[in-house]
């Protein structure tokens, strides 16, 4: 959020202000998702908007399967399913605006 405000780029941003309709495959119903930031950057071809989704590095892969299967593991793939319905809505919503999606990682971040 710093970087945000100290970028003299980013023209305006918000966090969780948009919602985002849906289908999650856990339970096949329609959920709403809060995109973490929604950002307008001034770039050399005019003013771009972003959607902009923060998540650890490991939630962002899909899970390795295991030779037993645990309950953290179910945890993990049903995570992922949902993370899955979340995004792909996110990059339909963006495509129908000409705006951009993007995952954010602790490698974007500098974080390790």
Same mark, same amino acid.
Not at 4 to 30: F, H, K, Q
Not at 62 to 74: A, C
């Given at each position: 959020?710093?970087?945000?405000?100290?970028?003299?780029?980013?023209?305006?941003? #918000?966090?969780?202000?948009?919602? +985002?309709?849906?289908?999650?495959?856990?339970?096949?119903?329609?959920?709403?998702?809060?995109?973490?930031? +929604?950002?307008?950057?001034?770039?050399?071809?005019?003013?771009?908007?972003? +959607?902009?989704?923060?998540?650890?590095?490991?939630?962002?892969?899909?899970?390795?399967?295991?030779?037993?299967?645990?309950?953290?593991?179910?945890?993990?793939?049903?995570?992922? #399913?949902?993370?899955?319905?979340?995004?792909?809505?996110?990059?339909?919503?963006?495509?129908?605006?000409?705006?951009?999606?993007?995952?954010?990682?602790?490698?974007?971040? #500098?974080?390790?």
């Amino acid at each position: 959020m710093k970087y945000l405000d100290d970028n003299p780029a980013i023209l305006e941003w #918000g966090s969780e202000e948009l919602v +985002i309709p849906y289908v999650c495959p856990t339970d096949n119903r329609v959920h709403r998702y809060f995109p973490d930031f +929604i950002v307008k950057v001034k770039t050399k071809d005019g003013i771009q908007t972003m +959607i902009l989704e923060v998540k650890p590095k490991k939630e962002t892969r899909e899970p390795v399967k295991k030779k037993k299967v645990t309950k953290q593991y179910i945890t993990e793939v049903m995570t992922w #399913g949902k993370n899955q319905a979340k995004w792909k809505a996110a990059q339909e919503y963006c495509l129908d605006r000409g705006w951009t999606f993007k995952l954010i990682t602790e490698d974007h971040l #500098g974080i390790k």
